[in-house]
């Protein structure tokens, strides 16, 4: 399918074939499911939740409730308040929730409801409900997909919940806060246990360790246990530290500057840390933090990446590759393959995002020879043309690339969100030294099956 290119008198417009991004208030309910007792809610039509809830269950094989005020025509010419009103008290009734993210959509930002206003409203109007039900928070963000993509609808969730929440209670001893964010329930277990290891206590924002990946329980669960607890949330102001990672996150997403600005808490923001390089500085940061040395079980973890490093040099070196998904994951991920001697010929993400190509410079401006081809704002349309050229040996991201693979006869390593094609995308681990062995592994299996399939004999010792 060719991609039609519609001119008008003032500029062309081209149309979106085979997005390679997800709208922002999926990325919103992501960010409300990290919270303790939290039911995301869209303030929309039923078909955004319905939507959104196949995607989420579909990538991490758990039930997943997303409320809705579903609106429909009447709601889109009178407003969408009172739908929203009584959406709000029976979520209240149905459920035991501590906290209501309210995201709103396309629909009603471009109707032009007040939702702040409207929750204001309910609040006033309904009080002795909302008592009478334990009271619960209710986080409102803005996130309508034409203003940005998932990733965008995550962080601005995050940083809504960090504005409208967090206080300055009294917090444990030497309290951390970590926005890791868009990461696996995997990866959020381990990172705790990183902290914790420094003799620190993590406050991490959103926690999806347990709410996305929850073990078999005997009865059915209306909201599964684990997320952030509100009352650590309301105790960030008093951390002794932030630390958020993102390179590509701006200033005014960012939930460590709420924090910093509002209650003077200091703050550090890193690279995501996939790969020797930014988890070293990761854990370079926790040593300062801590005070403390990095214990002796990640040198060893350190180490044992540095062996397989060597071990698997023959497989990888010289392969080129292309990466695709979420901007900051995209940037680890180049800093990794930059590392094994892989080389990144394109780096894209559908989000559109300022900082993208000064952060793929960043990771590789004194390893590469010349930097390579960086797009935001791009489509698989736009990927395929731009790759072909390339001659790709390997693609790094989501299930939706899996087609160009199939096309170019080429190994995809599944990263990222949504993995929809294969299982246990919840139990990838890819942060720190740790994650960063098993995707060291996966890469060089991949290109290894890969050179097995294509050739006529069939080697068994490769």
Known sequence: MKKKRLKTEKEPYVATTDSCKLCAPLGACLAFKGVEASVPFLHGSQGCATY????????????????????????????????????????????????????????????GDDTSRLVKEFREEFSEVTAGHGNPTIVNVSTPSYAG?????????????????????????????????????ADTRYLKEIVHDFGLNPVILPD???????????????????????????????????IEFGRCLSDAMSASNVLADRFNVPSRKLGTPIGLRETDIFMNTL?????????????????????SYVDGHKYVSGKRAVIYGDPDTVVGLVSFLTEIGIIPVLCATGAKNQYFQTAIKAVTEDILEETPVTL????????????????????????????????WNIPLVRLGFPIHDRFGAQRICQLGYKGTQDLFDITVNALIQATQDRSPIGYTYI
């Open 287 to 307: 040593e300062e933090i801590s005070c403390r040395k990095v214990p002796i079980k990640y040198e060893r973890e350190r180490g044992r990446l540095i062996d």
């Open 208 to 242: 999806i360790s347990e709410t996305l990946d929850a073990p078999a329980a005997s009865e059915y669960e209306k909201i599964p246990s684990g997320g952030t607890p509100i009352a650590s949330i309301k105790s960030m102001g008093s951390a002794s530290y932030s």
């Open 52 to 111: 959104m809830r196949r995607y989420v269950i579909s990538h991490f094989r758990e039930p997943v409730d997303i409320a809705s005020s579903s609106l429909g025509e009447k709601h889109a010419v009178y407003g969408g308040g009172p739908n929203l009103k009584l959406g709000l008290k029976n979520v209240m009734s149905k459920y035991n929730c501590g906290l209501i993210g309210v995201a709103t959509t396309c629909l009603t930002e471009t109707i």
């Open 149 to 185: 993509s998932h990733i965008d609808g995550f962080h601005s969730a995050v940083r809504a919940i960090v504005d409208q929440v967090a206080s300055n209670v009294q917090a444990f001893e030497n309290t951390l806060n970590l926005f890791p964010g868009f990461v696996s329930p």
């Open 376 to 407: 935001d704002n791009i489509d698989f349309f736009d990927i395929e043309e731009t790759a072909e050229k390339l001659a790709p040996d390997v693609l790094l991201g989501s299930s939706k690339g899996y087609k160009l693979a199939r096309k």
